[in-house]
Every structure is written in C-alpha cells, then in structure tokens.
C-alpha cells in the first residue's frame, strides 16, 4: 500500500512554498510528526522550534504582523492546540495572516477516552477565516489534487479580505513514513500554486469625499492603529485640504509636517479642546489608543470610517459614514481634486503642536529619574531608520502615543487587535525574523508574562523592559485608590529581571542609558530600565500640567 499521510504532509508543505510561505513554527509533538517532519525537510522553509505552545503562537503571530505573510503554525492535538488560542483571538481581531495546523487522532479514537484526544472541530470558533478537517489522509483517486487544493485555499484564505487565521485540523493515523512509494500528488507546472488569487485594491470615486472636504475646512484626518497608508500620501492630503493628522503613533503616519502628536495633552486643555472641535473627521485605523481624545470626537461630530475590509472600527457609535476601500489610493485621489487652500485651522492646529512638544520635551528631559513617557520617547527617537518597534499593551503604548515625536523611518508595531500583554516577547522574536533591526518596549509584567518565549530564540532582538515592579497602568486608573490595591492590582513581584531574562538565555543589564540601542548584537538582549511606580504618575501629570500652562499663556 502507498505512503498517503507522508505524500499528503509534503504536498501541503509545496503548495503553501508556491503560496510565498517562508517559515514555519513547530512544538514538538508525536501525533504532528508527519508535518513537522515535511516542514523540517522542505529546505525552502525555516523552521523554528518554539516548546510552549502559547508562545509558539504567538511566534508564529509576530512572523505574519512583520512580513504580511502566514507562518505555518504546528503542534500535536489535545491541549497544545487549546494553547494557540490566545494568539488566533489576536490574529482575528488584528487581520494578522496565520496557517494553524493542529495534528489530531482519528475520528475512531475520538470520545472514547483516548489520550491527549479532545474535540478540536471548530477550536477556535468565530475567530477563523476559514475551517477544515479533510480526515486521515488516503490512497484515493484523485487524493493528491484535493490536498494542494485545500493547502492553496488555506494560504488564500489567510490573505483575506480581510486577513486573518485560518485553521487546519489534520488528523494521522500513521505518523511516520512507511518506506512505501509516496501516493502521487503533482503540483501545477513551473511551480505555480494549485489556485492562484489576485487580490486587486478596492477603490471608491474620490469626487463626494473630496466634496465633503472642500465643504469642511475645519476638518481632522484622524489615523489610528492598522491606518496602512503611506505616509507621504497623508502629508500630500493634509497639505491639499488644510486638514491637520491626529496620528496615532501605531498609525504608522506619525511623520511629516502635518501630524500632531501632542493631541492627548492639548485636548486636556479645556479651552482649546473646545476651540478647536472640528466640522467634519475622516479616520483611517482603528480608535486612537487615547480615551481623551476617543472622548471628544464624539457623535456630534460628523465621523466618516475608511475601512478596505469593511470592518466597524467604531466602538463609540459615532461614525455617521463608512466607505469600504483601500485608504491609501481614496486619499490620493482626493487630494488630486483638492485645491491646496491657505488654512488658518491647520496652522493654529501645528503652532499648538509645536508649543506642546516644546513643554512635553522639557518635562522629559529635566525629570530626575527615568518614567514611562520618557523612556518610550527616547527608545523610538534613539532607534535608526529601518528599524522596527513593537511595544506592548497597557501604559508603554499609552506613554507612546503621549510621548513620541513625529519622525520617518520607523516601523511601530503592536498587539492591538485584542490589546493583551500575553506573548508579546514571542511576537517581537517572530517580527525580528527577517533580521532588521527590532526592538521590543514593554512592561515587567508583560515581560515575565512570556519569558518562555525566549527559550531558544533564534533571532536577535532588543527588549527594554520598564520595570516598575508590577502593574503601572493601574495607578493611573480608580482602583488606585483601594485598600487592596497592591494585592490586586498593583502586583509587585519583586523579581530581579536581569537574573531572569539571564536564566533564559539573554544578555540582560539594569540601566538608565538607552544610548546603547544603537550597539549591534548577536541575540537576544534586554535592557531594565528601573522606574518609580508613585513618581512617574506624578511626572505624566506634571506633562498635563506644563502643557495647560503653556497654552493659558
């Protein structure tokens, strides 16, 4: 009798190489053996050994967030595919692409109490683009076309619209090869994939959003987390309709001579947020990570949402417009019909930036010890161009989106999709495969969360690591103020990082210079930057508090 289950492995690893597939996540496991062993046999593909399944996921994850493309994501069946979970929310929720391959028993060793068996049909839920289970693989007439098919529509399905996880359950009877001739299963000619799919942009007429533009001067261009637009075509926009740019510093358009990044302070100015509250808003990404300003551009404001996947981006109810295209190609052709008109909002608007910046920097730079705001300000001016940072949920993206100067060159990333801290130390690992240079700003908390994540990491990477000894963001929030603050919220661990991150294979140091980010490494580095949880509340509201100052004046 022929191999079919090692015939049906390798094809699968073709088609998804003809699919543009490059890297692969495995945890070990003997039921996933024949794809592990067709992964790691495939010499077109790099394989990754990640043993906790959870930030094996995760891994996996950062790959698809850095390149776009689905990483292949495999392990045994029963609770190690429970363990993928986390990551597949994150994945739906953040259109991130990922192939998640969980190995299954048969369906006669199932509910009969066979081991490491459990229902995997539907693991995941809603939170997959696509589901299939094609059974143990068999020598069928025909078997070989429907296995690449599947394989091909996997990828497809991975890509979108809109992007996101898709879920294999394979289950094996055999789980090494029997030394039999393979079950035939030929691929296209000239390496082609078995169903090729063109994705074409998805394009909306210009002439009634550039109506509405001309019809409202005093207008915002807000760009959230996931925006995916050039920045230059957002500056060219902002020029022609006189609209100043609430980035968002996720949005990727924090750049430029048009962006405002300063709208968390301004906006907590009474005055001028009541001045300056726009006629119309068009926004790119998802909400702005600030409540603040989430807050003010309320439905009284009319609200148009871009959107390429018609996603409702809209948790406060406020957009009275949405338009399913690719934002970046609307934008430019609107502003190809704009006129570049002279705009006394804009420049009020970039004056009140450029007063903030001017006292936010100087709270910065004259604190007595390191803080929140501070350290991310430094960290995403201090990296090169071409670098990528990825920070975590919680306070470090919030002192980012509060602190960070507008600047070009950078990549910012970030789990935003579920806005959890878990696997974030896998996910910056999984963007640093392509070798650039990665950084990766986080929490303690976040950072002990997946400190599995760095065994056997083979890639290099930076971590900074705010180490305020539990959960800062906390003391910005009520429960600050409760008797079981400290047990409940506050959760100090009292952990000496350093040693940890250490223990785990990292070059680890305690220190107060960043300077250092420049330095090129060979693996994995983390720099603990000490901070005062009490002070540094005290330091961001001394940030509000010079900038009200300065705009009363």
Known sequence: MRDATTAFAIALVDEWVRAGVTDAVVSPGSRSAPLALALSRDARIRVHVVLDERSAAFRALGIGLGTGRPAVLCCT?????????????EAHHARVPLLVCTADRPPELRDTGAGQTIDQTHLYGTSVRWFVDPGPPTDEPG??????????????ETLGSPKGPVHLNLPFRVLLPTGAPLVDAPGRADGRPWTATVAAPRIADPHAPAELVRAYPRGLLVAGWGAHVDPIVVDRFAAASGWPVLADALSGVRTGAHAISTYEALLRVPEFADEHRPDLVVRIGAPLTSKVANAWLDAGIPQVLIDPDGVWLDPNRSASERIVADAEPLLSAVTALLDSPASDWST???????????????????APEPFEGAVARDVAGALPDGATLV?????????????????????????RGANGIDGFVSTVLGVANDGGPTVGLCGDLCFLHDINGLLGADVSATFVVVDNDGGGIFSFLPQHGLAEFEELFGTPHGLDLVAVARAHGAQAERTTDLSTLHDSHEGVRVLVVPVDREKS?????????????????
Request: aromatic share 6%; with cysteine.
């Open 77 to 89: 069946s029963g609770t190690a595919a429970v363990n993928f979970h986390p990551a597949v929310v």
């Open 143 to 156: 078997a070989g076309a429907v296995w690449r098919a599947i394989a091909s529509r996997a990828v497809a």
């Open 348 to 366: 009020a608007w970039l004056a009140a930036e450029q007063q903030a910046r001017t006292a936010i920097d100087r709270v910065l730079d004259t």
């Open 391 to 415: 920070v975590a949920s919680s306070l470090p993206v919030r002192a980012l989106e509060w602190c960070m100067a507008p600047r070009s060159g950078l990549r910012v990333l970030a789990n």
């Open 537 to 553: 509340v005290a330091h961001h509201r001394t940030l509000w508090s010079a900038v009200t100052t300065g705009m009363r004046r």
